[in-house]
């Protein structure tokens, strides 16, 4: 474990960026339709329940990292291979978000520069915040979360002066009933964004305060999710659900179309600047939990050392995942089912009726034994 | 291979500290006058201004003694008043007393000066006598008596030049130390002000003073500070930049990470949040630690100013130094990677000028930036009369000859020129020139892959900021990490009434800085009031 | 230090390779100000790209030679699709061509109606490089690529006179729509709405109009202007709306900001001219019966400007007279457009979307044949409510006085 503290606040502050990191690039909830904001919100309360799921375990452990009380919970061999896969599954959606982002850049402004070349000064950036570790990171996390703000809201208010929103365009409501969009819900943006705070799990043990941390995580999950929500509510009203549902990048193509006296237009570069602030956020934290863990896992007492090797590796599983966007993006819904849903809920959910058996067993025997003496 | 180097230069440095001065056996003082006066005459190699006046003690005396000083370091005045005239004259000392008792005769009555030293070892001797005390040597005794007369031509308190305030004291520090420690304690009239004082560099033997407020300091901060200092072993000191640069948590930044000025006022208030000062003898610039990234874009004048009109200022501050940091990366960036992001109006206009200059745009701007690089250094360094020459020259080449050839265009010009105007206008000379340095790498990653390389720098450069440390205390707090009580100090300045409390990032107990209910309540003209028309 | 170094060197071979790659000197990019699209007779699309010539629109730096050229060239190419078109014409053009400040894109109306628009439009939505706000306009009568050719006076870039004419017109006269990429696609995919654009045409003399001595004379040879609004039908142009017929759909689109009104007084017509300055126009649907009924509201607020005739405007009651010939008149005109574009079979006014945000699981019943069956039929009601609000710095007329003292002179 790095000897590091940080606040409620900033665990907030990196839990929204993570969050919103790559959430804001992509068409969230489509399938929903007009109802995408009422998709969105109805995971965000899926969500809220992980969140809590996840703290809960750790709550049971608060000393100890993820992969020691997984090991702890199943035993050393059984409980260091679903840690590996874990960890895996984190270089995996780390290597995912850099591709979504090396292609929204390659895609939106520089079309002559390879692919490679643009993730790898990211990855450069995100390993060089990693060997600084977690603390360097939450603080660059509350500076830029600034920055990241007030891009958003300025943005809301750009899109609500220019004229733009025809809030018509979010009608008719429930065209085909609620089940489309329960089921959007709880198929796909229930683990995209929201599920993947399970990584987090790792970085609990280092916040100062648990009770606070709780609280802080929960807004953060409501913060990101009423965001989301109200992005995807703008979008639909600004472009129309169908051009929303053709758009790669729909927020962009909403800032796009703002024009404001005249004169404040062709806003791309501020979409991307703070899509690169989320994304750089998601993708470090990704890395950083990833060569935490390994570095516990194998016990490696240099953690910084694999920043490199690690980084290296994500940049290549980023080129390697899809041969295409179209690929890689299909991949990203249909992987739901067999990576998404059993790590961010059927292990978290076994773990945490493990370790709540144990614990009731630990605490009758402890009163037990005090009834015995 | 690197860890080897490390031990051969370890091996190395041990060496050099064994063969220095330690090894020598401490030398004392001997009884005989005439082989102390030799022996001094031997270590200052015969210096003409060392002065060995001999001479016997009392009207009619016949004990020899000798006083020793150097000349222009010492006030001669009370030399000759309160030295020689009562060695000479005392009626009390006369041939019967032993030397020793000569000796307390001397110190209790005769000789009239408030510091005065017993001392046995030469090293201190010769360190006093360095520093400007008379020595007094007495023939039959192994001691000599260090008497302070420290004086001699000196700048006097001047104006200023570095940290100019338009409202405020305008009294500068000066180059002695205690002139500027007497400084603060004109400010501060509080016995828990508290000096201590060493000396560093194994030639120049500097004197270096700490100053805190016992009480409001972090005693952790204050011995951290103690240890830094005393692990310094070096041969000089020439300027608290020395000092800085030894004591400073990490050397691979531009960022300063101690504060430095020249103005006693803002030393006081640092010292009130709890800091501790440094003061080299020799420099006006006095060190203040820990020093917080936000303090180089406050001055003294913003507390003197109101409250909204100094945080108007600070963020104005602020705005500055970005532009001094990302002008021409900006410029760079809009005009090779997303020409798309200026109005057409303007691209036109721009494309227009850019027509017949033959350069890539960051080649213009590397041209431009360096041509004023060195119109700068140039007039730092000039006598002030060529100063104004280099400036017309300069104002000739870039603003009408570069463009009217063609080499490049206006717009450059003017980003350029608005870029050096913001990097003057930033208060701290250190932050500026670490901003002028960071400047060439926006420059280049806006080159390589404009604003996306632009928000990675960034992004790297907050980073790297998060990162350093000063004195244990983070670099961008209160910001980062995020003390909201403290907040209403940085970019903001809350009104004075409203500093309840100290930062207490800083302070270890009387964190109350002020009673409750500061706010300013104008006397209400209430119905009573109206008594005053009857 | 040495792995310092070796760091430090792939950064700058990273960055220093790829400062090729996507980088463009502003002075290295052709800086495409409008494009026009036509078919030819082989059945190939000609595609006209206007350039921006920086130096001459400036007016000129070092030198001063600029300002001596036009300000824009046209060239011209062709090719089987839209973008080998493009791609062909770049073979002309010594810079690489540059799209997002193209503010324009200029079809043909041969083409319009025969091929339609969007078929044309799908390379330039897919291409990061185009605005999705850049305007689209029919030429009207001739091929785009001629109007491409045209200089324009006080405007030095054609593509900026022609969009800053149709914000002005739309705002000032309302019977022209500013329509961008993003708005028509929008309208052509949304259900129950139909496209429109509008038109420009040349007055005066063509063959003159692309030579720099037309510009400038005081009163050029040729001029571009802005003139109906095109509608379509199946994604084809089918007609053309003038005059008060375009701004009835410019205003049941609640896109009009001002409009003026000649209205009948006292048996002369055009007696009375009422500006409207602030309207509000709302479509409604009833879905109750088994074809919808459609309710227009309009309510405007506005002013009188002009009086041919004596009239009393200090009287209250002859303002409220005079609104209600206002409303008339403008429930007249909307009842003229809406009629002619049932007639057309094309739902340009979205009561095809009102019903189905009104009431999705009906529309899916009609949406089938909506242009062709249910849209004549639907019954519309227009309601609208119109106020004066002031009459400007006078209330009577001088012509009142006038006519007193001619009268008193008669005695």
Same mark, same amino acid.
């Given at each position: ?373 | ?302 507390? +003197? /100013?109101?409250?909204?009109? @100094?945080?108007? &200022? *600070? =963020? $104005?501050?602020? !705005? ?108 701290? +000379? /250190?932050?500026?020139?670490? @901003?002028?340095? &960071? *400047? =060439? $790498?926006?420059? !280049? ?90 | ?411």
């Amino acid at each position: 474990m790095e000897n590091a503290k940080i606040s409620a606040y900033q665990l907030f502050v990196l839990i929204v960026l993570f969050e919103l990191g790559s959430a804001i690039l992509v068409p969230l909830a489509i399938d929903a339709k007009q109802e995408a904001w009422l998709a969105i919100l109805i995971s965000t309360l899926g969500g809220l329940c992980l969140f809590w799921l996840y703290f809960r375990l750790y709550e049971y452990y608060p000393d100890r990292s993820p992969v020691e009380y997984i090991q702890a919970l199943l035993g050393k061999i059984p409980g260091s291979i679903i840690v590996f896969a874990y960890i895996l599954f984190c270089l995996y959606l780390s290597a995912r978000v850099l591709r979504d982002f090396g292609e929204m850049l390659v895609t939106v402004a520089y079309p002559e520069t390879p692919l490679f070349i643009i993730n790898t000064i990211m990855i450069a950036a995100a390993a060089y915040a990693v060997r600084k570790g977690i603390e360097t990171i939450a603080r660059t996390g509350e500076l830029l979360f600034v920055l990241f703000s007030f891009l958003f809201i300025s943005a809301f208010f750009l899109i609500s002066v220019a004229g733009i929103i025809d809030v018509s365009n979010l009608r008719p409501a429930f065209e085909n009933g609620l089940t489309p969009v329960v089921k959007t819900a709880f198929t796909q943006t229930l683990y995209f964004p929201f599920g993947e705070v399970v990584a987090f799990a790792m970085i609990f043990p280092y916040v100062n305060n648990a009770k606070e941390a709780k609280k802080a995580g929960l807004l953060a999950v409501l913060v990101s999710g009423v965001t989301l929500a109200l992005m995807m509510a703008s979008n639909t009203s600004v472009l129309g659900i169908e051009l929303v549902s053709r758009s790669l990048f729909p927020l962009l193509s909403t800032i796009q179309t703002i024009e404001v006296f005249d004169f404040i237009e062709r806003l791309d570069v501020y979409f991307m600047l703070a899509s690169v602030i989320g994304g750089f956020f998601k993708i470090s934290l990704f890395f950083y939990i990833a060569v935490r863990a390994l570095a516990i896992l194998f016990n490696e007492q240099q953690p910084i050392r694999l920043a490199y090797p690690i980084g290296m590796v994500i940049l290549v599983l980023s080129m390697m995942t899809a041969s295409n966007f179209s690929e890689h993006l299909t991949e990203g819904i249909k992987s739901t089912l067999f990576t998404h849903l059993p790590f961010q809920v059927v292990f978290p959910f076994l773990l945490f009726l493990l370790a709540a058996v144990k614990h009731r067993r630990k605490k009758q025997a402890g009163a037990d034994g005090r009834d015995s003496l | 291979m690197v860890s080897f180097f490390h031990r051969k230069k370890r091996a190395k440095e041990s060496q050099t500290r064994s063969g220095g001065p330690e090894k020598k056996k401490e030398q004392l003082l001997e009884v005989s006058l005439a082989a102390n006066v030799d022996h001094i005459r031997q270590k200052t190699g015969h210096s003409q201004d060392i002065v060995i006046r001999m001479l016997k003690l009392g009207s009619r005396g016949e004990m020899r003694a000798a006083v020793v000083y150097v000349k222009g370091m010492v006030d001669s005045q009370t030399i000759y008043d309160f030295i020689l005239e009562s060695m000479m004259t005392n009626p009390s000392l006369h041939d019967k007393l032993t030397p020793e008792e000569a000796v307390q005769l001397l110190t209790e009555e005769a000789i009239s000066i408030g510091g005065l030293q017993r001392q046995q070892r030469w090293e201190e001797v010769f360190t006093s006598v360095m520093a400007g005390n008379a020595l007094i040597l007495v023939d039959g005794i192994a001691e000599a008596l260090a008497a302070s007369t420290q004086g001699g031509e000196r700048r006097t308190i001047q104006e200023s030049t570095t940290n100019v305030a338009v409202r405020g004291s305008k009294e500068a520090f000066t180059e002695s130390n205690e002139t500027n420690i007497a400084m603060i304690r004109r400010i501060i009239n509080d016995e828990n002000l508290w000096t201590e004082s060493m000396k560093i560099g194994r030639v120049t033997k500097t004197d270096v003073s700490i100053m805190y407020l016992k009480g409001i300091a972090k005693e952790e901060i204050v011995e951290e500070v103690r240890s830094r200092l005393k692990r310094i072993d070096i041969d000089a000191i020439l300027e608290s930049g020395y000092i800085e640069q030894l004591i400073e948590d990490k050397t691979l930044t531009t960022f300063p990470t101690v504060f430095h000025t020249e103005r006693p006022d803002a030393v006081a208030g640092n010292l009130l949040e709890g800091r501790v000062a440094i003061f080299v003898n020799g420099t006006p610039f006095v060190l203040v630690v820990p020093a917080l990234f936000i303090q180089f874009f406050q001055s003294v004048e913003d507390y +003197y /100013a109101r409250f909204d009109i @100094a945080t108007a &200022i *600070r =963020f $104005l501050r602020i !705005f500055i130094f970005f532009i001094s940091l990302i002008g021409p990366a900006v410029y760079i960036a809009a005009t090779t990677f997303h020409q798309e992001m200026i109005p057409t109006e303007l691209a036109i206009i721009v494309a227009a000028q850019r027509e017949s200059v033959p350069f890539p745009a960051f080649v213009e701007a590397i041209i431009m930036e360096v041509t004023f690089e060195i119109l700068r250094e140039a007039g730092i360094r000039m006598p002030k009369a060529i100063g104004s020459t280099v400036s017309i020259v300069g104002a000739l080449v870039i603003g009408q000859a570069a463009v009217q050839a063609g080499i490049v265009s206006p717009a450059m010009v003017i980003v350029v020129s608005i870029t050096a105007i913001a990097s003057f206008a930033t208060p701290s +000379y /250190a932050v500026a020139i670490s @901003a002028r340095l &960071i *400047r =060439f $790498l926006f420059m !280049f990653s806006a080159a390589t892959f404009g604003f996306y390389g632009m928000i990675l720098a960034f992004i790297m450069l907050i980073l790297h900021l998060c990162s350093l440390r000063s004195f244990g205390v983070p670099y961008m707090s209160p910001m980062a990490p995020l003390i909201p009580a403290e907040v209403g100090d940085t970019i903001f300045r809350k009104p004075l009434w409203a500093f309840k409390r100290r930062p207490n990032q800083l302070v270890s107990n009387n964190q109350v800085r002020q009673a409750d209910d500061q706010k300013p309540h104008p006397p209400v003209k209430d119905q009573k009031g109206g008594g005053r028309d009857a | 230090m040495r792995k310092w170094l070796l760091f430090f060197l792939l950064m700058m071979s990273v960055t220093g390779l790829s400062g090729c790659w996507s980088k463009k000197e502003l002075s290295e990019l052709a800086i495409i100000s409008a494009m026009g699209i036509d078919k030819n007779e082989e059945g190939k699309y000609v595609k006209t790209v206007q350039f921006v010539n920086p130096g001459n629109v400036s007016g000129g730096l070092q030198g001063g030679g600029g300002g001596q050229g036009p300000a824009v060239t046209v060239y011209t190419a062709e090719g089987d699709t839209v973008f080998e078109a493009h791609i062909n014409s770049s073979a002309k053009v010594s810079r690489q061509l540059y799209h997002p400040h193209a503010n324009l894109v200029v079809i043909g109306e041969e083409l319009a109606r025969t091929e339609g628009v969007n078929v044309l439009l799908d390379v330039f939505e897919r291409n990061a490089e185009v605005r999705s706000t850049t305007k689209l306009i029919i030429s009207r009568d001739m091929k785009a690529g001629d109007m491409m050719k045209m200089l324009t006076a006080i405007d030095h870039i054609p593509a900026e006179k022609v969009n800053n004419t149709l914000k002005i017109t739309e705002k000032m006269r309302g019977e022209n729509v500013v329509v961008s990429l993003q708005d028509f696609i929008k309208w052509s995919t949304a259900p129950g709405i139909e496209p429109i654009l509008s038109g420009f045409r040349v007055e005066g003399n063509l063959a003159e109009a692309n030579k720099q001595e037309s510009v400038m004379q005081m009163d050029p040879a040729a001029n571009l202007e802005a003139n109906g609004i095109a509608v379509f039908k199946d994604e084809k142009l089918i007609d053309w709306y003038e005059g008060q017929t375009a701004r009835g759909v410019v205003w049941i689109l609640d896109r009009v900001k001002q409009a003026e009104i000649d209205l009948e007084w006292e048996g002369k017509k055009d007696a009375v001219v009422y500006q409207v300055m602030r309207q509000n126009t709302t479509i409604k649907a009833d879905t109750k019966k088994d074809i919808p009924e459609i309710t227009i509201h309009v309510r405007a607020e506005g002013a009188i400007r002009e009086v041919t005739k004596p009239v009393k405007l200090d009287d209250p009651n002859i303002i409220a007279e005079i609104e209600r010939a206002a409303e008339k008149e403008i429930k007249q005109q909307l009842q003229k457009t809406v009629e002619r574009t049932q007639k057309n079979q094309s739902d340009i006014f979205g009561f095809g979307q009102a019903i189905y945000r009104q009431n999705a699981k009906k529309w899916k019943g009609l949406q089938e044949n909506w242009n062709e069956t249910y849209f004549p039929q639907v019954k519309v009601n227009i309601e609208v409510e119109a106020f004066v609000r002031r009459t400007g710095l006078r209330t009577n007329d001088h012509l009142s006085e006038l006519e007193k003292k001619q009268s008193k002179g008669g005695e």
